[in-house]
């Protein structure tokens, strides 16, 4: 059931992708039954598509109850390690921590996220095939589409997918502009960068510049000091020296005397 629900899966991604990229219209083509487009053709693989929506419905289905798990007490409980899955509700009532398929012990649980996705996307087609079914009863039966409405039909995808080509055009255009200007400013980020390198090792010599003209002040400063305490004792003894001068000169006159 796990492969079955990865497949189905991947086919929900595959057409939202071919939505999204502007090929509905292909899509759409392929996915038309051949007896939409001309009523009295049988198709083929009805009963293939028959046989493959009840195995859709028995993945929505739990492997207990057999209910759909849609509901919140029925949400689908994935267990580890064996990967099997089961509704909510009868998880808590079993007896035993073992899993009801292969009977290996059950150590952990979590929501099955990725069938809750599918379970809803499958309750929305039917609801969709129900209402279309719906219509189709209350209208009354179409007239068998003749040749010429047909090429009227492929006239019509034709000009909407040259549109969408158009569309699809610009987009790449614009995209390639995009690109180049990325480009170019892939290529002022680098020269900035070098730029700025340049201008961080200019900052870091002017740094060590200025730590060495700091030390060279903090020299002079020390050198300055020193000089004015020399000057300061210099101008010192001198005036001793003056004073000492003077006595002498005076004692002099006085013998003189």
Same mark, same amino acid.
């Given at each position: ?5 990865? =497949?189905?899966?991947?086919?929900? !991604?595959?057409?939202?992708? =071919? /939505?999204?990229?502007?090929? /509905?219209?292909?899509? $759409? ?10 009523? +009295?053709? &049988?198709? !083929? ?10 195995? *859709?419905?028995? &993945? ?7 209910? /759909? ?42 929501? =099955? ?11 929305? %087609? ?8 719906? *219509? ?10 003749? @040749? !010429? ?17 158009? &569309? #699809?055009?610009?987009?790449? *255009? ?14 002022? #980020?680098? $020269? ?19 730590? $060495?003209?700091? $030390? %060279?002040?903090? +020299? ?6 020193? +000089? ?9 003894? @001198? ?9 002498? *000169? ?6 003189? %005397?």
């Amino acid at each position: 059931m796990d492969h079955a629900l990865k =497949n189905r899966m991947q086919e929900m !991604e595959q057409r939202k992708s =071919n /939505w999204s990229k502007g090929k /509905w219209i292909e899509s $759409t083509l392929d996915k038309v039954p051949l007896h939409q487009l001309v009523p +009295n053709v &049988e198709p !083929e693989q009805a009963s293939n598509d028959k046989k493959q929506e009840e195995e *859709e419905e028995e &993945e929505c289905q739990c492997g207990i109850c057999f209910e /759909w798990m849609d509901q919140p007490d029925r949400a689908p409980t994935i267990l580890f390690p064996c990967g099997h899955t089961f509704c909510k509700d009868c998880i808590q009532k079993l007896a035993k921590r073992n899993c009801p398929h292969c009977r290996r012990t059950i150590e952990q649980q979590a929501p =099955n996220i990725e069938l809750q996705k599918m379970i809803q996307f499958h309750k929305e %087609q039917i609801a969709k095939m129900k209402r279309v079914k719906k *219509e189709e009863a209350d209208e009354p039966k179409q007239k068998q589409l003749t @040749l !010429e409405q047909l090429q009227i039909r492929k006239q019509v995808l034709l000009q909407e997918l040259a549109h969408v080509e158009d &569309e #699809q055009h610009h987009v790449l *255009e614009q995209q390639h502009l995009a690109q180049e200007f990325l480009n170019q400013l892939h290529s002022k #980020q680098q $020269t900035v960068a070098q730029q700025l390198q340049l201008l961080q090792q200019k900052q870091s010599q002017i740094q060590q510049d200025i730590s $060495t003209v700091t $030390t %060279q002040q903090m +020299n002079l400063n020390k050198q300055q000091l020193q +000089n004015k305490q020399q000057m300061e004792y210099i101008y010192s003894t @001198l005036d001793y020296l003056q004073i000492q001068i003077q006595k002498y *000169e005076l004692m002099k006159v006085t013998k003189r %005397q």
